[in-house]
């Protein structure tokens, strides 16, 4: 019987070690490799309960669902049209989510993922051709 334990040590010890060779540990780091400007998600958003952490995901996929509407309304790809400010996302969820139960929360998260995937593949093909994806 072939004991298996010692390339599995092996594996353990080798696997990050590869991984930061090839480049695919994650970092902390906010460098983009384009669009270097982005305006950073507001604070307060990072700071929320846990109890309300859902929230910061509503409203960043609200954000994301409607930099992929300009882009293809204006049908162009700045950094300024995909990477505005969030005070548009906010101002969207506070209007129209602030007072919801997790459940309405859930479904308009849903709601915007799913429109960010309608919107993705025109998106992409603006944002390609200017070198913003």
Not at 15 to 32: F, I, N, R
Not at 121 to 126: G, I, K
Request: charged share 30%; with cysteine; hydrophobic share 35%.
């Amino acid at each position: 019987m072939i004991d298996f334990k010692p390339l599995l040590v092996a594996a353990c010890i080798l696997s990050p070690t590869l991984a930061v060779s090839q480049g695919l540990v994650p970092t902390l780091d906010s460098e983009y490799e384009f669009c270097r400007e982005r305006p950073g998600e507001p604070e307060w958003m990072s700071e929320l309960p846990s109890r309300e952490r859902y929230k910061r995901l509503v409203i960043q996929t609200i954000y994301r669902a409607q930099s992929l509407e300009r882009v293809v309304e204006a049908q162009e790809c700045s950094c300024q049209t995909r990477y505005p400010s969030w005070d548009a996302a906010v101002q969207h969820f506070n209007d129209n989510y602030l007072g919801g139960d997790r459940n309405a929360l859930r479904e308009a998260e849903e709601e915007y993922f799913d429109r960010y995937n309608e919107l993705r593949a025109s998106a992409r093909t603006l944002c390609e051709a200017e070198g913003h994806w």
